[in-house]
């Protein structure tokens, strides 16, 4: 079966608007969690976010569609990152029309993130809005498609947290089974009063930047952003660079409840076993892994659990969340992205707003900067609502 | 991939199978809601009194498979829009309240996947599970996950299916893009109508699929699809799917295609009916049920029980009927508003 | 006009059916003193949060964090108390 390399990465989020800006906030340490400046909320004073520091007419001067009308911010923070991506990639357009070439985006928000326009057009309260045909999770996929000619499979998917996550393992396995040459895959996610409201009601945020692992986390902090990553097989990238492997995947419900993981954290430990057995590799291969690591009080006891269960000796982990937020749909790809991130520069960037790590497992998150020489091989996880669990594990090429 | 086990909820009455007899809703109306069971009677009280329709749908057809078969290690959902009563409650709970104290359900169940999580947590089902909300193709984009899942021996038995609810969401944003007539059509003269919009549908379709079954329903062969085709790119990409699967266009002796009734996207279906197979029987399925993303879900339940031999309601669909030819391979072929387009290829 | 402890009860019992959608459950079959997180009504987490809206909705009751929450939502009778002792 064809290996399938990664030739191409594009990511926008609150620590960065490119590739190198989110490399140098991670080693530096520096979160990208605050006051949201562009995000209209009752809650922006009160709750901080993981804002991309950009307005929307910024976004589309920069991803060159300020004529175009009824672009969410979701689609706008798309653009950007896809546009990345094929061009760190080299895709030329003929590549990106074969049919050979996929794209497999996801997101939760889509255009919801139009709140006070969704609110008025499904309530026929007034003239339809700019943003009526926007609304939808798979819209902004559609506008990738039409702008840049996708002609192969394409797809949508919304398994929550683990949803970008699940169309890097769709992708992966569409080049393995020859249908494919490469895919495009990732995922985008806006702040919206939609999804600050419903995790409000379920009193899962933090009133305080997020703390994942630590033993006074109270709730998460919610973020935004696009990642996505160039997939291709190994006879169509021969002569290319190559920043990864995707080695291994799996992904496994938690069969427990609709909003909160269960105690044996069956679903996680099984992703991740599943990642392991899918490339045979023994968990103390693992060099580092990328934690879901929300900083909620039932994820991050359970995923430690599910570390504990799965590795002998826990390898070193982190959360990026706590230097973007959660990003929902994006997470997968964004996290994704700085594994890859951490990987090829052998590096290993320390988890933040973790002063008392959770300490029943001889372990803690990695807690200051590290280069690590030998680093061959990471994991990164995402899990759920919905009891969705996902772990992809990537290789040093 | 075969279909062993299949359930429907939708407009007619397929849930206990009635349809397959012969007997027609008929219905003269713009919206065509679905005809549900007694839910209380099988679902959990403490579980349902969540449920907003699309869940109960999808559990409602779901959860009956899901006890016959305790071996299911994998459930993949297509639903373009997920819990939309339940989202737009909770939308309106924001602007209502202005972003207060709000309730919690509403947003916990208007999420796609919630479909396909109660039903692994019914079924304690732990395999893969994911759900695709890619508008008109989520159902094809499910449908192509299990083909891959199976070719890659990742596992024997799958539940899977496609869900969509009415709610005065979908209905009220997609009238003001004109998806809909401006007045009431009879369903026995949806096909042939002359105005554009067509009518809107509800639904949800359950199958298990399965590896190497001794009896079954029919084959799931392939499914293909592409996105803001020209009619050469269509054509191209039916044939592709042919070709792979060791085929000719004179190898498929029906084509079930999803007209709507929409004059301004016939065009597509004539292409296909007229210049791509013109020997092949010719069937519709959305005078049965309206419109909706996920609905070739309802053509692959009508498809797999003709394939089966249960032709009763034939007629009900016949649009076209050629010389000789028995049903041995379907070819449904869907568009959703002349932007996403789907083939999905079935045999006896 | 202020209420009966009675009529308080009732109406608690019509909004937790209402609020809860409890279904075949009428409001005068909710006992004052079972407790609402036990077996007869198994209700869950999402439920206490649920609650703790109906309170802040009906009664301008200002629950912040369920575990408060959950001292509170004991049994019909502990929440009437509580309505009776912070209702403005």
């Known amino acids: 079966m064809e290996k399938v390399y990664v030739t191409g990465i594009g990511i926008i989020s609150a620590i960065g608007n490119n590739t190198d800006a989110n490399h140098h906030s991670l080693l530096n340490a520096q979160s990208g969690i605050g006051k949201a400046k562009y995000f209209n909320s009752k809650y922006t004073s009160s709750l901080n976010f993981g804002e991309v520091d950009l307005s929307n007419d ?24 896809f546009q990345q991506a094929i061009d760190h990639a080299k895709l030329d357009p003929a590549e990106l029309s074969s049919f050979r070439t996929g794209f497999i985006s996801s997101s939760t928000v889509g255009g919801m993130c139009n709140t006070d326009e969704l609110y008025a057009d499904a309530n026929l309260k007034e003239e339809p809005s700019e943003f009526v045909r926007s609304y939808g999770g798979g819209e902004h996929t559609l506008r990738l498609i039409e702008k840049y000619g996708i002609k192969g499979f394409t797809s ?102 609709p909003s909160a993981t269960s105690d044996e954290a069956h679903g996680p430990r099984m992703a991740m076993e599943r990642a392991l057995a899918s490339c045979k590799l023994p968990s103390d291969s693992i060099d580092y892994v990328n934690a879901h690591g929300t900083g909620t009080p039932n994820n991050d006891s359970t995923e430690m659990f599910a570390f504990h269960k799965t590795f002998g000796a826990i390898p070193p982990f982190n959360s990026t969340k706590s230097y973007t937020g959660h990003t929902l749909a994006a997470s997968g790809a964004v996290e994704a992205i700085h594994s890859i991130i951490s990987l090829c520069n052998m590096e290993l960037y320390p988890s933040l707003n973790c002063a008392e790590p959770i300490s029943d497992y001889n372990a803690s998150p990695i807690r200051e900067f590290k280069k690590l020489n030998n680093m061959k091989i990471v994991m990164s996880n995402s899990f759920g609502f919905g009891g969705s669990c996902t772990s992809l594990i990537f290789s040093k090429v | 991939m075969y279909i062993t086990d299949l359930k429907a909820i939708s407009s007619q009455l397929t849930y206990k199978e009635e349809f397959l007899k012969g007997e027609l809703v008929a219905y003269d109306d713009k919206v065509y809601n679905v005809i549900e069971p007694d839910y209380i009677e099988f679902i959990p009280k403490g579980l349902l009194r969540r449920m907003g329709k699309a869940v109960r749908m999808g559990v409602g057809t779901g959860l009956p498979l899901v006890k016959e078969n305790n071996d299911i290690d994998a459930i993949i959902m297509g639903t373009a829009n997920g819990g939309l009563e339940d989202c737009i409650k909770f939308l309106n709970q924001i602007v209502e309240y202005d972003e207060g104290v709000l309730t919690p359900t509403n947003f916990v169940q208007s999420t796609p996947n919630a479909v396909a999580g109660q039903l692994a947590l019914m079924g304690q089902c732990k395999g893969y599970n994911t759900t695709y909300t890619n508008g008109g193709l989520a159902f094809e984009n499910a449908l192509l996950d299990g083909l891959l899942l199976f070719q890659q021996g990742a596992c024997s038995k799958i539940l899977l299916g496609g869900i969509e609810e009415i709610s005065d969401y979908n209905y009220n944003i997609d009238s003001l893009v ?11 003269e949806l096909i042939d109508a002359t105005t554009p919009g067509t009518v809107c549908g509800e639904g949800a379709c359950m199958f298990i699929m399965e590896r190497n079954p001794k009896n079954y329903y029919a084959k799931i062969e392939d499914v293909g699809q592409i996105t803001y085709p020209n009619k050469e790119d269509l054509a191209y990409c039916m044939d592709e799917m042919l070709k792979r699967n060791k085929l000719n266009r004179s190898d498929i002796d029906t084509v079930m295609l999803g007209l709507n009734g929409d004059i301004n996207h016939n065009d597509w279906y004539t292409h296909v009916s007229e210049d791509l197979l013109p020997e092949a029987n010719t069937l519709s399925f959305k005078n049965l049920i309206g419109d909706y993303r996920t609905c070739t879900s309802f053509a692959v339940w009508l498809a797999a029980h003709l394939l089966k ?23 449904i072929y869907n568009h959703f508003d002349a932007v996403r387009h789907g083939f999905i290829l079935l045999s006896a | 006009m202020s209420q009966s402890r009675e009529e308080l009860k009732l109406e608690l019992k019509k909004h937790i059916v209402e609020y809860l959608n409890l279904l075949e459950i009428k409001p005068e ?39 408060e929450g959950r001292k509170i939502l004991v049994d019909v009778n502990t929440i009437v108390d509580y309505i009776l002792e912070n209702k403005k």
Request: with cysteine.
């Open chain 2, 309 to 331: 031999g249960n032709t009763e309601f034939i007629e009900t669909i016949q649009i076209r009927k050629s010389h000789s030819k028995k049903i041995s391979r379907i070819l």
């Open chain 1, 156 to 257: 949508t998917i919304n398994t929550a947290c683990s949803s970008s996550a699940n169309a890097i393992m769709l992708g992966a396995r569409l080049i393995k089974s020859g249908r494919l040459d490469r895919v495009i895959v990732g995922g985008a996610d806006s702040l919206a009063k939609y999804t600050v409201n419903g995790f409000n009601s379920l009193m899962i945020l933090s009133e305080n930047p997020c703390k994942p692992f630590d033993i006074h986390r109270d709730g998460l902090t919610l973020g935004e952003g696009a990642g996505y990553l160039v997939l291709e097989g190994e006879s169509t990238c021969k002569n290319k660079m190559k920043l990864a492997e995707v080695l291994g995947y799996g992904n496994a419900n938690d069969a427990h409840h």
């Open chain 3, 29 to 67: 079959d909710i006992k004052d003193d079972v407790p609402l997180f036990g077996p007869e009504l198994e209700l869950d987490s999402i439920d206490s949060v649920e609650m703790i809206v109906l309170l802040d909705r009906e009664y301008e009751i200002k629950i912040t964090n369920p575990t």
């Open chain 2, 178 to 188: 004109n998806k809909y007539k401006e007045t009431a059509v009879k369903n026995s």
């Open chain 1, 58 to 81: 910024d976004l589309k001067r920069i991803t060159n569609s300020s004529h175009q009308k009824g672009l969410s911010r979701t689609t706008l923070l798309a653009y950007s990152a």
